[in-house]
């Protein structure tokens, strides 16, 4: 089993009057966030708040952009020219850029949302897009992509430094994707599946499917998403698993730095 981890959570998805996740105390419990950007929820009030509140948690600072979607939360397939798709990621990932600038903090990560990072993981040419919109924008940001993907391989041929993640809460496929949101058991409901297949697959050192079958990969972060509501126990619990099993939390630029004496540096609690 890994000695170190990092745990993120997508944050900051309300949007005006409409509220959306427990973002104030998700962010007592991971370690980065991914700070939607306004194009499928979001709005710069919501986006400062949550910018003030990461960085008051010491939590490192992710842009989290997707399609232009509203209305399907980002979740609905679109089609884009490659130009296009680049100039509207480096849009969204420059304004919560400037929001964390002026709130005297600096983006470490970015991660795309919904259908674009499904996508993306399966496209070679849309991957190529993300990573190079990324590389353009600033090069010594993170890409937090799925582990196996073709997102984390496009990082990678893009120069950037790439953190791979699984999901707690989402089922995993016998060629190591996630199970469409459209199939039964797609998704796990509750904290203690969420934390057993956490705990398998640190043991086991890779992805492990729904039907047993071991993938092995490296992967540096979970994923819990911030828009369920079972997000904030599922957080909690693997937290605390993770701190019994011996595992240290960490902020993700850390867990991608070389290991230290684990003696030196205290686990995030």
Known sequence: ???????????????????????????????????????????PLVMRRTVRQALAAGVSLGAHPSFPDLQGFGRRVMRLPAAELEAMLIYQIGALDGLARAEGGRLTHVKPHGALNNMACEETDLATSVASAIASFDPSLILLAPALSE??????????????????????AEDGKLVARSQPDAVLHTADACVAQVLRMLDAGG??????????????????????????????????????????????PEVLQ?????????AMV
């Open 207 to 252: 992805i492990v499917t729904a039907k047993g079958r071991l993938i092995r990969c490296e992967f540096h972060s979970i994923c819990v998403h911030g828009d369920g509501p079972q997000a904030l126990a599922t957080a909690s619990a693997i937290h605390s698993a993770l701190l019994s099993a011996g595992v240290r939390p960490l902020p993700l």
């Open 151 to 172: 997102l984390a391989a496009a990082g990678a041929g893009a120069g950037l430094r790439v953190a791979t993640e699984i999901f707690a809460d989402r089922a995993y």
């Open 1 to 43: 089993m890994v000695s170190r981890i990092n745990l993120n959570a997508d944050l900051g998805e309300a949007f005006g009057v409409w509220q959306m996740g427990n973002d104030s105390e998700l962010l007592r419990v991971v370690g980065a966030a991914n700070i939607a950007c306004g194009f499928h929820a979001g709005d």
């Open 258 to 266: 070389p290991p230290v004496d684990s003696d030196v540096l205290p």
